[in-house]
Nanobody, 125 residues
Framework: VQLQASGGGLVQAGGSLRLSCAASEYISSSYSMGWFRQAPGKEREFVAAIKWNGGSTYYADSVKGRFIMTRDKAKNTVHLQMNSLKPEDTAVYYC???????????????????WGQGTLVTVSS
């Protein structure tokens, strides 16, 4: 599975951006999809995940209530709607696919089998 992330850019604090991640092929119902981010000089961290079957979502505490992850099964695409953006949200955002949907491991990047190339989000103060 190849993943193509898009939608990054420069936005002022308090603004919104919508990221998209398109898969190159059909996503099995057993999959989960995730977003991670990596800020300069920091480790990659979990942002959000969604179970392909059922659409249950999971968020890092730092983005809960501001970010919304959705999926479009017909287009094999996931989106990350980011609202009330803060300068600390500045990072390269990566989408990833996990062939399993084990809730306990959704936040662990080592659980993910496929990764997109990343899209840069810059939030100015």
């Amino acid at each position: 599975v190849q993943l193509q992330a898009s939608g990054g850019g420069l936005v002022q604090a308090g603004g919104s951006l919508r990221l998209s991640c398109a898969a190159s092929e059909y996503i099995s119902s057993s999959y989960s999809m995730g977003w991670f981010r990596q800020a300069p000089g920091k480790e990659r961290e979990f942002v959000a995940a969604i179970k392909w079957n059922g659409g249950s979502t999971y968020y890092a505490d730092s983005v809960k209530g501001r970010f919304i992850m959705t999926r479009d099964k017909a287009k094999n695409t996931v989106h990350l709607q980011m609202n009330s953006l803060k300068p600390e949200d500045t990072a390269v955002y990566y989408c990833a696919a996990d062939r399993s949907s084990i809730i306990s491991t959704m936040g662990n990047m080592r659980s993910y089998d496929y990764w997109g190339q990343g899209t840069l989000v810059t939030v100015s103060s």
